[in-house]
């Protein structure tokens, strides 16, 4: 199965959720919380499959920085490396 893809049209990398969890280093579970928060920008693809925009992971995703959530815990958003 290919884990990325390149939108015809305007050419941007997409990927699978599974595979943008890998590409981050983030449990897949986070990336569907980040999709449902609006922190990611996603395509739906024939069959209603979900296609993640790699490039707007990076803009979300930047390691060293931290992000707690409003209840002070993990909501799916990244920690500090210790």
């Given at each position: 199965m290919t884990d990325l893809f390149t939108d015809p049209v305007d050419g941007a990398?997409?990927?699978r959720p599974s595979h943008a969890a890998?590409?981050?280093?983030v449990h897949v579970r986070s990336?569907?919380?980040w999709i449902a928060a609006g922190k990611v920008r996603v395509?739906?693809?024939?069959g209603?499959?979900?296609l993640?925009?790699?490039?707007?992971l990076f803009t979300r995703h930047r390691?060293?920085?931290?992000r707690v959530g409003r209840?002070?815990?993990?909501?799916?958003d990244v920690q500090p490396a210790a």
């Amino acid at each position: 199965m290919t884990d990325l893809f390149t939108d015809p049209v305007d050419g941007a990398q997409l990927a699978r959720p599974s595979h943008a969890a890998r590409l981050v280093g983030v449990h897949v579970r986070s990336i569907y919380h980040w999709i449902a928060a609006g922190k990611v920008r996603v395509r739906y693809a024939a069959g209603g499959i979900v296609l993640v925009e790699v490039a707007s992971l990076f803009t979300r995703h930047r390691p060293g920085h931290a992000r707690v959530g409003r209840r002070g815990g993990d909501d799916g958003d990244v920690q500090p490396a210790a």
